[in-house]
């Protein structure tokens, strides 16, 4: 990456930080007199499991009818491309480009705060566009401006020194898989509504124009029935799925272990069971907050006889971006340019950690403009990539971005 | 093991079955007029996992401080080696033998039932024999004279097509370990109950002397706290913990499985989780009774939107013996010779399949004359037994076949 962009008059490094380094570069030819757009990008991606749901090898892209198969191919490095691509597509540069490229982002970006804290000059800019986004369709553009937060925590409950017989010892023991099962029972009430008190305790309240705008964004039943195969939509019943989706917190359950879990029979009471849980956050919750709600009832529900061990594993805050600025006006052009169509403003149910600590550091908002599709499959096998979505989004951002010749 | 038992005048011969097969050996030489033993043991043992705990090699026994170590040294291979050796130290075997060594004990037997029904003159006998049973300490011998059954179940809950991201889906859609954890905290109420409408129907109520004697045996809440290091007891409030091990059933979660469980954070919504779920039975108890009961139950309370599927992994009935017989005080007789104590009887709460088969096709009761101690760790990291019980064993087996001389 840092040789290509060599290669584009970039002048490109690899810089530490205490986990992966970050890929920065730049090209400041256009001059003082013209804005400097930060482009961020991740260049890690999730783990490839279960790997033999896999059609072709993860790591080695192949092209199907149309679409690139391979883990990153949307979920980042496909759509970073975007950006690269344009840059060679055009001659003279009109803006000043900085690109700032990491390799935590699936682990919660947990050394990049750092990063940007102490490079505050080399990232200063005007803007910060970032493509990790989607598309409703491959003719309706969206132009993300919130994101939801994250409190991504693991819980252990160990009962026992070690594994003992279910047949002696069934019966006069406690069993960490059913004292974990309780306690998962009590994240949530029939209604999806988090049990944990003070939850909802800052959740934002949207105005009924939000709202409004937010119940014509077609995230509907349907669109959540055909991309997971889901039989029944399930969610809190008061708020419509496309506010569930993007303004209201949740909780998930993201895996669950404990005992034997191989072919067949074994006969044995674990020592231990163990679950992994997420919370998406909404403003004016924040990580710390919800985290220590979380901690303290966790601690309270957890049986006598249960030893209960929790860590927390990655954080991101929500946030909200000012759509009012020429930035996002030039987005919405370009899109319409290319797609024919005004894209629709989002609010977003994942998590992009950079958002929050560029607007918190360097007071820096981001533009999303997204090209995934939303069967590409992120974090799931047989991610992918459309190809005709990737060359819109190269012309889109060449729009983008010749269009801010007059911006500052 | 066929080898050794031809050294020692025994025709010994490996018999298929639609599994693994039959080690089957006789030596009839005392003649018809004398009783034939059936010795019972397994060379199949439970899988080592999880590998990272034991100290050495599963399955390269080693020797500390008077015990072997290795997985199936108490379960059940050692102990079926002290009737071997046994007889190696009589002259002229008192008694007709037979030896029935199977390879599927750990995954339910489930072809010994046909086997055993294919052969029923080959392994006529008098009485049937098994060392795959405890002492209470190295002082103190145990004749168990009854064993708890087991149905053992396997239940998948799928609510998406794929693994989806959790930002985008998270309270939108049914997460599988939400409703696994519901279904299980419905197998047991507060008092570890079981919850199966009519589990209980048919559980033999126990005499008073029963449970008088019961009440005797010193495996109380110290004993189990000792040997698993658990904080606490728990079991059904009514009963004692020696009723609550020998003579209730009970209902266990074996394992859990679901989505992510490798190191830090995947923002997953699984596709789906199972459990593996095990009942121990008491008489009048039947293994398809009560999977047929637990099956009902379980359709039952999977809510819309999930789809279960379930799987019987393994069953064994529950079974009692004639402890009047001239068998067990032979057995009785020769620990106290060898121990200087007489026995204890006790119902114990593992499962030993081919004692309902014996009893059922071929009539047979069996003598279970143990000589693993409570802290051996069958199924669990670092199996063991102890070299001194190697040798107590030996001695009593001996005592036991020279007094059956005149049984007959």
Chains 1, 2 share one sequence.
């Not at 191919?73 to 690109?99: M, S």
């Not at 991101?316 to 290319?338: C, N, Q, R, W």
Request: charged share 25%; hydrophobic share 35%.
């Amino acid at each position: 990456m840092q040789k290509k962009l060599k290669s584009l008059d970039f002048e490109a490094k690899i810089l530490p930080t205490a986990g992966h380094p970050v890929v920065y570069a730049e090209n400041l030819e256009a001059g003082k007199n013209k804005p400097t757009i930060l482009i961020y990008g991740h260049y890690d991606v999730q783990s490839p499991d279960p790997l033999d749901e896999w059609t072709s090898d993860p790591f080695k892209p192949e092209i199907r009818s149309g679409n690139i198969y391979g883990r990153g191919t949307a979920d980042d490095k496909g759509q970073l491309y975007t950006w690269i691509a344009a840059i060679k597509e055009i001659d003279k540069l009109p803006v000043n480009i900085k690109f700032l490229i990491e390799g935590e982002e699936e682990i919660g970006s947990k050394n990049l705060d750092e990063f940007i804290e102490q490079n505050k000059s080399l990232l200063e800019a005007d803007i910060c566009v970032i493509s990790d986004s989607h598309c409703l369709t491959e003719t309706q553009p969206v132009i993300v401006y919130g994101l939801r937060g994250l409190a991504y925590a693991q819980i252990k409950i160990k009962t026992l020194g070690r594994d003992v017989h279910s047949g002696t010892y069934g019966g006069n023991v406690l069993n960490p898989a059913n004292v974990l099962a309780q306690i998962i029972t009590r994240f949530k009430d029939g209604n999806h509504h988090v049990l944990i008190p003070g939850f909802y305790d800052n959740v934002r309240k949207l105005s009924t124009k939000e709202i409004t705008d937010l119940e014509k964004f077609p995230f509907g039943e349907k669109q959540v029935l055909v991309e997971t195969a889901a039989e029944t939509v399930a969610g809190e019943k008061a708020f419509p799925v496309q506010v569930r989706a993007g303004a209201r917190p949740t909780l998930d359950v993201n895996g669950i272990w404990g005992g034997y879990a191989g072919e067949g029979p074994k006969t044995i009471i674990p020592a231990e069971a163990g679950a992994k849980i997420s919370m998406r956050l909404v403003p004016n919750q924040t990580s710390e907050e919800i985290f220590t709600k979380f901690e303290k009832y966790i601690k309270k529900i957890t049986p006598k006889g249960a030893e209960l061990v929790t860590e927390r594993l990655s954080e991101g805050e929500p946030i909200l971006m000012d759509t009012s600025s020429i930035y996002f006006k030039a987005a919405e052009k370009a899109y319409k340019k290319v797609f024919g169509k005004k894209p629709i403003y989002a609010l977003e149910g994942g998590s992009i950690p950079v958002t929050a600590t560029l607007k918190n550091i360097l007071n820096l908002d981001s533009v999303l403009m997204g090209y995934e599709l939303p069967d590409d499959g992120l974090h799931s096998p047989n991610e992918k990539f459309s190809l005709s979505m990737f060359k819109k989004g190269i012309a889109t951002n060449i729009e983008f971005l010749k269009s801010l010749d007059k911006a500052r």
